[in-house]
C-alpha cells in the first residue's frame, strides 16, 4: 500500500513523511478559483486536486487545500505586495483561522475532512511587514505567511493542530486513515491487502 501525494507544495512533502507510509508525489494542475464557506472551499478544492491524479491499485490518494478566514473574508495566496500588504495589515493583532481540508481515494472509498486551526497574531510594525514581502515570503502560501518560518515571529497564540497551518492536518488524516484499517502496527495486512485475499 502506497500513498499518493496529489500536491506540488514541499510543505506538504515534509509532513507526508511523518506517516511512515511508503509515498510518491503527483503534481496536479487544477483552477483554484472557487467560492463558499471556508469549509466548502478547503474540500471542494482538495477533491478536484486528488480526482486530477492517477493512481494504481495498491494506492491511496492524498490531496490538501488551505485557506485562511478572518471577518467572513476567505483568503488564498496573495498575488502582488499591495495584496500582501493589505493581507498582513488585516491579520495584524487579531485572531484569524486557518481550514485545510484533505480528500482521500482509495480502492474501497473516497472521503474528505477539515480541520481548523485558530491564530493569534501580534500587531506587527509597518515597517516588518513590509520587510517579510519583500523578502518573497508571502507569495506561495495562503495568508501571506508561513508559520513554519519567519512568519513564526508574528504567531502570539495558536489553538488546534499546528500542522494544520503548515498545510496538513498530519494526526487527523493518521487518525482517519488508521481508524478505516489502511494502517496495521502489528505485522498484520492493511485494509487493501485483507481484503483482497478474502
Ligand atoms: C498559513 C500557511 C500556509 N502555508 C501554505 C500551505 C500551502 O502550501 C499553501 C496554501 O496553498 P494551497 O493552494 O492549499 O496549496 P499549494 O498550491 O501550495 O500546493 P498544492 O495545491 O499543490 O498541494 O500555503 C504555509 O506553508 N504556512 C502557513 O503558515
Same mark, same amino acid.
Given at each position: 500500500?502506497?500513498?499518493? #501525494? ?11 513523511? #511523518?506517516?511512515? #507510509? ?52 476567505? #483568503? ?123
Amino acid at each position: 500500500m502506497r500513498i499518493v #501525494l496529489a500536491s506540488g507544495s514541499p510543505r506538504r512533502r515534509k509532513l507526508i513523511k #511523518l506517516l511512515g #507510509l511508503p509515498y510518491r508525489i503527483e503534481i496536479p494542475k487544477i483552477d483554484e478559483k472557487i467560492t463558499g464557506t471556508p469549509e466548502s472551499i478547503v474540500i471542494s478544492l482538495a477533491r478536484k486536486k486528488a480526482m486530477a491524479v492517477n493512481y494504481g491499485e495498491e494506492e491511496i490518494i492524498v490531496a490538501a487545500d488551505t485557506v485562511v478566514s478572518i471577518e467572513n473574508k476567505v #483568503l488564498g495566496k496573495p498575488d502582488n505586495f499591495e495584496e500582501a500588504y493589505d493581507i498582513l495589515k488585516l491579520l495584524s493583532g487579531n485572531w484569524h483561522q486557518v481550514y485545510t481540508g484533505v480528500f482521500v481515494i482509495t480502492n474501497f472509498e473516497s472521503f474528505g475532512f477539515f480541520e481548523k486551526t485558530y491564530v493569534k497574531f501580534r500587531d506587527i510594525p509597518d515597517e516588518f511587514i513590509r520587510y517579510y514581502i519583500a523578502s518573497g515570503n508571502p507569495f506561495d502560501k495562503a495568508g501571506g505567511y508561513g508559520i513554519q518560518e519567519v512568519g513564526g515571529l508574528f504567531v502570539e497564540k495558536i489553538v488546534g493542530d499546528y500542522y494544520n497551518v503548515v498545510g496538513l492536518p498530519i494526526s487527523r488524516l493518521w487518525f482517519e486513515l488508521y481508524s478505516r484499517g489502511y494502517i496495521r502496527y502489528d505485522g498484520g495486512a492493511t485494509r487493501k491487502t485483507f481484503e483482497s485475499r478474502s
